[in-house]
């Protein structure tokens, strides 16, 4: 259960879009299409944006498209608003748990 | 209203234990598996454990080394964390959260707002 591999930070304009990779093994990521994701906000609990790697809660909004090719998922933001300023982990069944990334800090230019 | 209630946090000793607990309102707690993580100050979230609906089936990190022990009791709506042998380490804000079950099924749909454990003398 090592974690997944996400980049510390992000950044993109305010309108733009910006992707976030979580690359992770054929244990975890490549073996199962249950990676799912999670904006956090310092001092809140996080919020589930997608589950089943691109299949969004009712009250998400569209701008947020999730994807996956082999041991590598995405999260791509569009649109990019000042609310959408916050740390967003990946996490993907792993067999016999779950495990997460180490979570990107996005911020909004 | 559907919420997730921590509790049992505070400043412990090294090596002594303490029992969170995680209550759940608003939804049939027992028809949910429920999820145990963690995030160290500066750092990122980090998944504990698992117990699925009926607590029969229990998923844990590596890293605990067999520390922490998760249960139920759905006739109180329910969940702990059992933490033993705690170290400077185990220093963080612990978060209980929902499976999503049938509609988000594999992910953490509803989440409490942690509760802080300090492990200090």
């Known amino acids: 259960q090592s974690a997944l591999t996400q980049p510390p930070s992000a950044s993109g304009s305010l309108g733009q879009s910006v992707t976030i990779s979580c690359t992770g093994t054929?244990?975890?990521?490549?073996?199962?299409?249950?990676v799912s994701w999670y904006q956090h906000h310092p001092g809140k609990a996080p919020k589930l944006l997608l589950y089943?790697?691109?299949q969004r809660p009712s009250g998400v909004p569209d701008r947020f498209f999730g994807s996956k090719s082999g041991n590598t998922a995405s999260l791509t933001v569009s649109g990019l608003q000042a609310e959408d300023e916050a740390d967003y982990y990946c996490?993907?069944?792993?067999?016999?748990?779950?495990?997460f990334g180490g979570g990107t800090k996005l911020t909004v230019l | 209203q559907v919420q997730l209630v921590e509790s049992g946090g505070g400043v412990v000793q090294p090596g002594r234990s303490l029992r969170l607990s995680c209550v759940g309102s608003?939804?049939?707690?027992?028809?949910?598996?429920v999820h145990w993580v963690r995030q160290a100050p500066g750092k990122g979230l980090e998944w504990l454990a698992q117990?699925?609906?009926?607590?029969?089936?229990?998923y844990y990190a590596d890293s605990l080394k067999g520390r922490f022990t998760v249960s139920r009791d759905d006739s109180k709506d329910t969940a702990y964390l059992d933490m033993n042998s705690l170290s400077a380490e185990d220093t963080a804000v612990y978060y209980c959260?929902?499976?999503?079950?049938?509609?988000?099924?594999?992910?953490?749909?509803?989440w409490g707002q942690g509760t802080t454990v300090i492990v200090s003398s």
């Open positions: 959260a929902r499976d999503g079950q049938l509609f988000a099924p594999y992910s953490l749909d509803l």
């Open positions: 608003g939804f049939t707690f027992s028809a949910h598996a």
């Open positions: 117990l699925w609906s009926g607590g029969n089936y229990k």
């Open positions: 054929s244990s975890d990521v490549g073996g199962y299409s249950l």
């Open positions: 089943e790697v691109s």
């Open positions: 996490n993907s069944y792993a067999g016999r748990g779950w495990v």
